[in-house]
């Protein structure tokens, strides 16, 4: 017996029974928007950089072409 004075087996098979009924009912409406995101948006890397720091015309964003000076 531990000091919350449960074995570990029936505390194991407590959460199992739990968990399998959960599973069996259907969550609140309360928790289900709690859950539904938006998907993530992909971009690269040099589109974030311009967007958070606002440097557009340093990289090149937005030109024809990028060039080296």
Excluded: Q, W
């Excluded at 194991?12 to 069996?24: G, H, K, P, Y």
């Excluded at 969550?27 to 890397?45: G, H, M």
């Amino acid at each position: 017996m531990n000091k919350h004075g449960r074995e570990r087996n029936i505390a194991s098979l407590d959460r199992r029974n739990r968990l399998a009924e959960m599973a069996e009912t259907k969550p609140t409406a309360k928790a289900a928007k709690a859950f539904a995101r938006k998907a993530y948006e992909c971009c690269d890397v040099a589109g974030y950089m311009a967007k958070k720091y606002d440097i557009k015309g340093e990289i090149g964003i937005g030109e024809k072409s990028i060039r080296a000076d």
